[in-house]
């Protein structure tokens, strides 16, 4: 399930697991007020490197 990073009007910011990626707005666990989904940036000074990149990659074995 995709991560995604939510803002609360009181400022507070917290991360939650959507199943769709639909618009939603979860209630914040602090206060309990609705929040707006963030758009998450991932190049933030980093430098990947010469290797694929590797996102949603599942382990082998396990079960
Ligand atoms: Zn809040």
Redesign the pocket.
């Known amino acids: 399930m995709p991560l995604f990073e939510f803002r609360?009007?009181?400022g507070?910011i917290f991360e939650k697991l959507c199943r769709s990626s639909d618009n939603m707005n979860p209630e914040?666990p602090?206060?309990?007020?609705a929040?707006e989904k963030i758009i998450s940036s991932f190049s933030v000074g980093r430098s990947a490197p010469a290797t694929g990149c590797g996102m949603g990659e599942a382990l082998p074995g396990g079960g």
């Open positions: 609360c009007s009181c507070h914040c602090k206060c309990g007020a929040s």
